[in-house]
């Protein structure tokens, strides 16, 4: 119909005018962007399933706090302003497999029913509408993160009357809120619908709260005035009060964390023993503020008295006392101090030299670099007698060796700390050598112990291991004697120590014997695999010093190295003549000579060689070379590059025979006249097929080779023809410990400290959990032991990686932190509650648990309100603190007055300091259920709730009316 008068009117106009060729047409059918926006709003509450009423059931003591919250958000324009809707729910059990589509009559809604509810009144812990309005369900729009605020009053009630409509065309009963003015007022306004029934929610926003409110009476009145109820006399009012005190900074408790002494430390008074440890705890209280709430619940009008003459609300009376700690924004722990200061190290990028503006090893370089002794080197013996040369000793002359490179004033670190340091990393440099061994074996953990799976898990290293203590000065020198370049400085040291052992065979203390374990840290490794050295060198030195002497091989265990065993032949031999060569040829032709069999370990049972009925027997062979994981990672990385043609995968396959040979040249040499199938047996005995025999006794088939070893090309084969009968001491090494040895070393003396920071990062954290755990045992605190579980997984799963992420390395940080914050706090409580005093066994009990709930709840509940143990205590805190107060304010504003008076009289007319301060907050809720807008209209829940501090005045309310019968 609009669109044909439209129409007519267009067509009129063009007759009229026939110059006229442009015309508007304007369609009054289209929706507007208001209409859209409102649209929109009842689409996301259709796709919330938000549409009718709400079953649930009554909300118990707490649950508001304590219960689920779920939250979904959705982004909705109003034209090209971007708002956002958000639900906000209480996941209650009960209520998930009812359905929303069966509405009862006469049923106000859930928000409606819980205006009255008096079991979750100031919840600690909740959204600010749910603490103002006590809902369980609502809507909020707000606008979007980069939008500006609804402030204009004509914008704002676009906005409400768009969400009233929505409401009533959708029949949703769940409040739809709409955030107004400056975000960080928190001012909302909105409305929930029913069947015949409408709350408002309304909100009045101050800095400042006028004089007449600022007590229960003048807030009585605003109320009274607000649902104006035309009932004479008023029904009932419910009251609910609730005070809080600030008690700030403890003065009267002293503080139990007993600081390092630093200027001991920086003056290098420190024993080694100082140096194992870590330490632990706050430098400063971390509890800031304990807040204490005195509720009055349900009270009614006319039993209290509270107006700016007289008050009934004493603190001590109330009959309900909760408490809550504020914790200290990010307090200075020790723990966690030497934790980020030793990170830091992780982002230098100097190498020692350029730190330290010299390089020790040089200078020693260049006072041995005398041509002229070179052949005296040359004859000098390669090792010290370790029978005539103590481990002491030999410690002791590797200091004065060291020392005469560097003038003291120059040295980052001073000889005593630098003593005390070398003393705890090399603690036997004060043993003999029995003693030192003694002490090595009993300090390797147990496969059974927490620690061992601990360090396996982070892949540090045994936690009373070398690399640990190591780990622990780099982190105690970085903190307190000099930072990175103290760091340098320890780290050449260290070195320095590290080549003189290998020089010396002297064996590197605090390391488990035997290959790297590829478990640890990479540095670990590498210590282990220098250590490997010095055990095969003194093994080899020791063989050559016993000479030809008749030690039975059968003593020695199969597992023993090669190099241990002695014998009359050096490692390297003259080549035979050739006179000598023939003569030797001549007499192998003769028959009654047979070879010489060498290196025999024991017989192999009761096997006997396949060619001849000599026993077979097990050879002395040498061990697989130790190897750490990045040296596997550059083999594989060769092997790798092969490529898989044929030829590449020969030649792989031989690279990888060399241990295969070995054993081969020294079984042809135990076992003369053998042969591969000999070898098998022994080596491999799954490829080989014993004979098989039936059930007459007859045999059916020899023993012979496996499939696989009859493979042509088979490489086993191809090795046994080119094996030569040479036992294990005659045959070059497959462990070169002095390349090794001097590859380690090299590898050392090039690590930057960033790179020593970052080898040891799984030492310290592992240190430092072990120390966490150490101290949270005397506490006992459950989020303690939950935290650290957490942070042990996460830690694990980044330090196995080869270059774990700095960013996530910092967060492991931070979360140690803060579980030493929480566990200071328990102290702090503790101290202030004084659990270690002389209260009664009951008390204690009860003490304990107040204050485990303290660090594990928002709010804790007095038992025995101002009455109980706690409540005793938390009173004299506040009367201590009172008085501490009125003393200092008498002493700084009443001491020259009472000198010009000449005299200091007057304590008794002054006025009685009160056991409390002022409340720093007051929150008053009220409550009743009057008939509005009419005296026959249904009588609704309205609620108030006003909140009073120093910089805020703010009231809550929502006020329900009939929408029949009004």
């Known amino acids: 119909m609009h669109l044909e008068r439209n129409k007519q009117r267009a067509k009129m106009a063009a007759d009229s005018d026939p110059e006229s060729e442009v015309f508007e047409i304007t369609d009054f059918t289209t929706a507007s962007e208001w209409e859209r926006f409102i649209s929109r709003v009842e689409e996301v509450l259709n796709d919330w399933k938000l549409i009718g009423s709400g079953v649930g059931k009554p909300l118990e003591k707490g649950e508001l706090t304590s219960g689920s919250w779920e939250e979904h958000t959705q982004e909705i324009n109003f034209a090209d302003f971007r708002f956002s809707i958000t639900h906000h729910c209480l996941k209650q059990e009960s209520t998930e497999n009812e359905s929303r589509d069966e509405p009862e009559e006469d049923a106000y809604p859930l928000a409606m029913q819980d205006l009255l509810c008096m079991n979750n009144d100031f919840p600690p812990r909740a959204h600010c509408l749910v603490r103002w309005f006590g809902l369980r369900e609502f809507l909020v729009i707000s606008p979007g993160a980069n939008c500006e605020a609804v402030v204009s009053e004509s914008k704002c009630n676009l906005l409400l009357s768009s969400v009233s409509i929505a409401l009533a065309n959708t029949g949703c009963q769940v409040p739809l809120l709409v955030q107004i003015q400056q975000k960080w007022r928190k001012v909302y306004a909105g409305e929930c619908q029913g069947p015949g029934v409408r709350t408002d929610f309304e909100m009045v926003h101050l800095r400042k709260a006028p004089g007449q409110y600022t007590h229960l009476s003048g807030l009585l009145d605003i109320f009274k005035n607000k649902i104006g109820c035309p009932l004479t006399p008023l029904p009932p009012i419910s009251i609910s009060i609730r005070f809080t005190f600030v008690l700030q900074d403890g003065q009267q408790c002293s503080w139990p964390q007993q600081p390092p002494d630093f200027d001991a430390l920086l003056a290098g008074e420190v024993g080694g023993v100082e140096f194992g440890k870590l330490p632990f705890g706050a430098c400063e209280d971390p509890i800031s503020e304990l807040h204490l709430a005195t509720t009055w619940p349900n009270l009614t009008e006319g039993i209290v008295v509270d107006n700016d003459v007289y008050s009934d609300l004493d603190p001590l009376q109330a009959p309900h006392w909760s408490v809550r700690v504020r914790k200290a924004d990010n307090p200075q722990c020790l723990l966690g101090e030497f934790l980020t200061e030793f990170f830091k190290l992780c982002c230098r990028k100097e190498t020692s030299e350029e730190i330290l503006g010299r390089n020790a090893v040089d200078e020693e370089g260049k006072e041995n670099s005398d041509i002229s002794q070179a052949l005296s080197k040359l004859t000098e013996p390669t090792a010290v007698p370790i029978h005539k040369l103590s481990v002491s000793s030999m410690v002791h002359s590797a200091r004065k060796r060291i020392r005469r490179n560097r003038r003291a004033e120059e040295s980052p670190l001073n000889n005593d700390v630098l003593n005390s340091i070398l003393l705890y990393l090399f603690p036997d440099a004060a043993l003999d050598k029995a003693d ?91 210590l282990q695999m220098l250590n490997c050295c010095i055990e095969r060198k003194r093994a080899r030195d020791d063989g050559r010093k016993s000479g030809a002497s008749d030690r039975s091989r059968a003593d020695v265990s199969p597992g023993k190295s090669w190099d241990s065993w002695s014998d009359s032949e050096e490692e390297f031999f003259e080549c035979l003549s050739d006179t000598e060569e023939m003569k030797e040829t001549d007499s192998e032709k003769r028959p009654a000579n047979k070879s010489k069999a060498e290196g025999r370990l024991q017989p192999h049972g009761k096997l006997t060689l396949l060619r001849s009925p000599e026993p077979l027997y097990i050879p002395v062979t040498q061990e697989p070379a130790p190897m750490t994981e990045d040296l596997l990672e550059e083999q594989s990385e060769v092997l790798a590059k092969l490529g898989t043609s044929a030829e590449g995968a020969h030649l792989r396959a031989r690279m990888q025979s060399a241990c295969l040979l070995s054993d081969m040249e020294s079984f042809k040499a135990a076992n003369p006249g053998c042969c591969l199938e000999d070898f098998v047996r022994w080596y491999s005995p799954r490829d080989y097929v ?65 790179d020593l920071t970052q080898h040891l990062m799984p030492c310290v954290l592992h240190v430092a959990l072990l120390k966490i755990k150490e101290e949270e045992a005397s506490e006992d605190i459950a989020s303690v032991r939950k935290a650290l579980q957490q942070v042990t997984a996460h830690a694990s799963k980044l330090l196995r990686h080869p270059n774990p992420d700095f960013k996530k390395l910092e967060d492991v940080i931070a979360q140690m932190s803060a579980v030493e914050a929480v566990i200071a ?65 008498e002493a700084a504003l009443l001491a020259p007055m009472e000198d010009e008076a000449g005299h200091s009289g007057g304590t008794d007319d002054r006025k009685a300091v009160p056991d409390f301060p002022p409340p720093a907050g007051r929150e008053v809720l009220l409550r009743t259920c009057v008939p509005r807008p009419a005296p026959y209209s249904k009588a609704l829940p309205q609620r108030l709730f006003c909140v009073l501090t120093r910089d805020e005045f703010r009231l809550a309310g929502a006020f329900s009316s009939d929408t029949c019968f009004f």
Not at 460 to 485: E, K, M
Not at 727 to 741: G, I, N, W
Request: hydrophobic share 35%; charged share 25%.
């Open 436 to 526: 030192s061994s003694e002490v090595r074996s009993s300090q390797e953990p147990t496969r059974d112990s927490e620690d061992y799976h601990l360090y396996n898990q982070l892949k540090s290293a045994p936690s009373d291991s070398l690399t640990s203590r190591l780990a622990l000065c780099v982190c105690v020198v970085n903190f307190h004697h000099g930072g990175v370049r103290a760091v340098a400085h320890l780290w050449q040291e260290f070195v320095l120590e590290m080549r003189y052992r290998w020089e010396n065979n002297c064996l590197i203390y605090g390391l488990a014997g035997g290959a790297p374990d590829l478990r640890c840290c990479l540095l670990h490794q590498k």
């Open 690 to 754: 014993e004979d098989e025999v039936d059930e007459a006794g007859q045999t059916v088939t020899r023993g012979e080779l496996s499939a696989r070893m009859k493979i042509p090309g088979n490489m086993w084969v191809e090795a046994w023809d080119t094996a030569k009968a040479t036992p294990a001491r005659r045959q070059k090494r497959l462990f070169d410990d002095t390349k090794e040895a001097e590859k380690v070393l090299h590898y050392l003396s090039q690590q930057k400290p960033s």
């Open 825 to 889: 706090c328990s102290r702090s409580l503790k101290n202030k509650f004084g659990i270690a005093g002389g209260q009664r066994e009951d008390d204690t009990d009860e003490l304990q648990r107040f204050v485990s709930c303290l660090l594990e709840e928002p709010e804790v509940s007095v038992i025995g309100a101002g009455r109980g143990p706690a409540g005793t205590i938390i009173h004299k805190l506040f009367v201590s603190s009172q008085r501490l107060v009125d003393s200092s304010d």
